[in-house]
């Protein structure tokens, strides 16, 4: 019974196998991973080498890792966490993001205020997100 009450409910399927992160093994593995080949400056799906829109215009960034495609259930999560400030998700997201892709890559890079303007800060941020 003690078992039961500490073990934290999974946030997708409100099975009693949620883990540290808040996230049953069967819902985990059902996430929309993105797993396609992509581009590796954009993460849109392509061959694995630049897509044609990085060709025509260089992104103003060397990278992207993205984790997931934007698919269910990852945008009704995502909505959560921004309009309904469901702020344990970003730890869940960010703990996932790093678990694939290292916590080196998840410093943004080139942060200096002096040399950035506002739409380039402002990307820098959301590449945080
Ligand atoms: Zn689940
Ligand atoms: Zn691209």
Redesign the pocket.
Known sequence: MRDLLLTQCCILCASHQGDDLGICRDCLQDLPWHDAQQ?P????P?NGL??G??LQST?NYDATYALFRYDYPLDKLLQQYKYRESLHLANMLSALWIRKFGAEKFKPKNLNRKNLNTHQRQRNYQALI
């Open positions: 581009c400056q954009c993460a849109m392509s630049l897509c829109s990085c992104p």
